[in-house]
């Protein structure tokens, strides 16, 4: 089954990733509540309205893969490790922190996981690593996500010559939600992600679905050639539905009422309605619990290098 935006139903979810993206959400809302409560110090960027893009991508990464996230990442963290006790912990600064609590919301290693907040530093470094794979763990690659604003940085640039030149296994994951913090992509881009990727010769592919079945079904064999040395820029376009950071948004209310449109929460408990509601209250206590668990916990201190 097909999902559009011209209302076509989404494909119907196992319970594990249907609960994956509930996890996602719940974690994210739950963070805003307590930001606004004044019970977090420091900042956030929540990936409300983009959780189906890791999830998707989920299966069609392995445990040799390299994921390389952003400062919207906690959704690639929850997908790659769904482990909202040590992410909860790091962003509060509590035991069991996956870094010890110095990382935050946006600096996290782990295991073959990292993420940073200056955007753009992870192509190159993702690139170093894939050349890494190619060399000495082939059939492995390097996934990297960022943003439609991040093709502003030149880094980027130099990455995607080497990884083209090198034939590097790099899959590049844009998730282009059409604005940077406060910038429409329109107002900053030149051109489109696509002929940018074509001027180094790159295969580039979109994505509209937000079903994740179909995702999978359309990128499981370019994937498969990204492992063979094939570098490729897969496109999401997406929608931004919370604020860029905790409260600072600006768009018209048109922008953000099409983003709640095109939100796969509620087209999911639209569509499924019986397996939506059986699972979401159940995942919503699941984060409810987390929270207070982990914020009872003592101050996290740090004792070294994280995993
Ligand atoms: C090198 C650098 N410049 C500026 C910033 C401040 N900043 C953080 S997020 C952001 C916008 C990013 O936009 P985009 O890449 O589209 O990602 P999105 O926030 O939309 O997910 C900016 C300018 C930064 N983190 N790093
Ligand atoms: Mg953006």
């Known amino acids: 089954m097909t999902e559009t935006l011209d209302g076509l139903r989404l494909s119907p979810l196992t319970d594990e990733d249907l609960e994956l993206l509930l996890l996602v959400r719940h974690f994210e809302l739950k963070l805003l509540e307590l930001y606004g409560r004044g019970d977090l110090n420091g900042t956030t960027h929540t990936c409300l309205g983009q959780e189906y893009v890791p999830v998707a991508l989920r299966s069609l990464l392995g445990p040799a893969d390299h994921v390389f996230s952003n400062h919207r990442g906690h959704g690639h963290y929850l997908a790659r490790f769904r482990d909202p006790h040590g992410l909860l912990a790091e962003i509060m600064g509590r035991e069991g922190a996956v870094c010890g609590g110095v990382g935050g919301s946006q600096h996290i290693h782990r295991d073959r996981y990292m993420s940073t907040g200056v955007q753009g530093e992870s192509m190159p470094v993702a690139a170093g690593v894939a050349l890494h794979l190619k060399r000495s763990e082939p059939g492995a690659l390097a996934c990297v996500h960022i943003g439609d604003g991040t093709w502003g940085e030149g880094a980027v640039y130099e990455a995607l010559n080497l990884a083209a030149l090198w034939r590097l296994p790099l899959l590049v994951v844009v998730e282009n939600n059409g604005i940077a913090q406060s910038t429409p992509t329109a107002s900053q881009m030149a051109g489109t992600v696509a002929d940018r990727a074509a001027a180094f010769g790159i295969p580039h592919r979109l994505v509209l679905s937000t079903d994740v079945n179909e995702i999978r079904l359309s990128l499981e064999r370019e994937i498969a050639r990204v492992r063979e040395g094939q570098p490729l820029v897969v496109e999401f376009v997406t929608h931004r539905l919370g ?38 209250g159940v995942v919503k206590a699941e984060v409810e619990a987390v929270a207070g668990e982990v914020a009872a916990r003592p101050l996290s201190r740090w004792e070294g290098p994280c995993a």
């Open 243 to 280: 604020p860029h950071s905790k409260g600072d948004d600006i768009r018209p209310a048109e922008v953000v009422r099409a983003a709640r449109d095109n939100d796969w929460y509620a087209r999911y408990a639209h569509d499924h309605p019986e397996h939506f509601y059986r699972l979401d």
